[in-house]
């Protein structure tokens, strides 16, 4: 008579999970590992241009804040330049043009401040509005999240924005639109991010 075989169940499949911030940004997690914490530093003092601060929240499906999410922002310089031998062109000293920023623990808002971006020339597609781009990782998230942050006073060149213009919907199109305002005489820019439901924001295969 055959043996009987008890087969293992399969594991269930892991996400960023709670180790995100400890592997990415020990420092928020209150882990003194780096003489100088990663990502924080995104223009750095030499860059030229309108300085400003973006903040926001990612949202989940029900709703609600999430409150462990990390993101990693990528730009240009005013001038349109990135930090990249095929960026464009030069950028100031100390000017990196990434940064990585997570939410707050207890109230899930994230927020960094940067200088406004130029328009940029894209690859094959024309010029580009001025725009940020953002990486999201988040427990429950199997695949980081690839979007952009566009700005409402850039209307014009928002129009002409060849990504932009592939979304079909105009309505959806604005999930990708930051609002302007000012606090204390500075340009902030809100801009949260909705993982699913309506208004959903509109994410890219990159």
């Known amino acids: 008579m055959p043996q009987k075989i008890d087969y293992l169940k399969e594991s269930p499949s892991q996400t960023a999970g709670p180790y995100v911030h400890i592997g990415l940004a020990p420092g928020a ?11 924080w530093d995104i223009a750095g003092p030499n860059a030229a241009g309108e300085r400003i601060r973006v903040e926001g929240v990612v949202i989940d499906g029900m709703g609600a804040p999430i409150k462990d999410v990390m993101l990693e922002v990528w730009q240009a310089n005013a001038q349109g330049h990135y930090a990249h031998p095929e960026g464009g062109g030069p950028v100031e000293d100390g000017f990196r043009g990434w940064g990585r920023v997570i939410t707050d623990f207890n109230t899930g808002e994230w927020g960094f401040d940067t200088i406004k971006p130029g328009c940029t020339r894209g690859r094959n597609v024309g010029t580009q509005a001025p725009h940020l781009n953002l990486w999201i990782v988040a427990r429950g998230i199997n695949i980081g999240l690839n979007t952009r942050m566009y700005f409402s006073d850039e209307a014009e060149a928002n129009a002409a924005d060849p990504v932009l213009r592939l979304i079909e919907w105009e309505n959806r199109r604005g999930t990708l639109i930051a609002q ?24 890219f295969d990159v």
């Open 180 to 203: 302007r305002s000012e606090r204390d005489g500075k340009p902030v820019y809100r801009f949260d991010i909705k993982l699913q439901g309506e208004d959903e924001t509109v994410f």
């Open 29 to 39: 997690a209150g882990f003194d590992i780096y003489r100088r914490e990663l990502g």
